[in-house]
């Protein structure tokens, strides 16, 4: 084999390589992966803050495979959990004003975010509060959540 062939073969066994190896996500794309994730947060709250459970539910990936964890509960499914959320909060005054706090949002590569962050519902009554974790998964949608971990830290 004469030079040529060995530079050429040696080029070609670097471009194969670099095709398989794992592709890493520019600084500009996690955040704007950040971002989209952020907007679809803040459209959850004001849906729920206008009594909006649907709207609300516009947020999770329309699947069997949505996962919404609370408690000693696993409730899988999209319509399961919407439905689950519609038994929970069958008025606005249930369903109160809903916030998000502390919000640490992370790019876990071109198509996984995860979130932590808490929640407070403010009601007459009383005002319930507690943590999350989300897992959200790019769809054909857009950015949506796949797994809901919520948990409450009321007695």
């Not at 609300?56 to 499914?77: K, P």
């Amino acid at each position: 084999m004469n030079r040529l062939h060995i530079q050429t073969l040696s080029l070609l066994m670097i471009v194969a390589l670099c095709a398989c190896a794992p592709q890493r996500q520019s600084t500009t794309d996690s955040q704007q992966a950040v971002n989209e994730v952020r907007n679809v947060i803040d459209a959850q709250q004001a849906a729920w803050n206008r009594g909006d459970i649907v709207g609300f539910m516009n947020g999770y990936d329309r699947a069997e495979t949505t996962i919404f964890v609370s408690g000693d509960e696993v409730t899988r499914g999209w319509q399961t959990v919407l439905d689950r959320y519609k038994r929970r909060y069958t008025s606005s005054e249930l369903m109160g004003t809903l916030t998000f706090s502390d919000l640490d949002i992370q790019s876990l590569g071109p198509d996984h975010v995860l979130v932590d962050g808490r929640w407070k519902l403010t009601r007459e009554k009383d005002t319930p509060f507690g943590r999350f974790t989300l897992l959200f998964r790019r769809t054909g949608a857009g950015w949506r959540i796949v797994h809901d971990t919520t948990t409450s830290a009321n007695p």
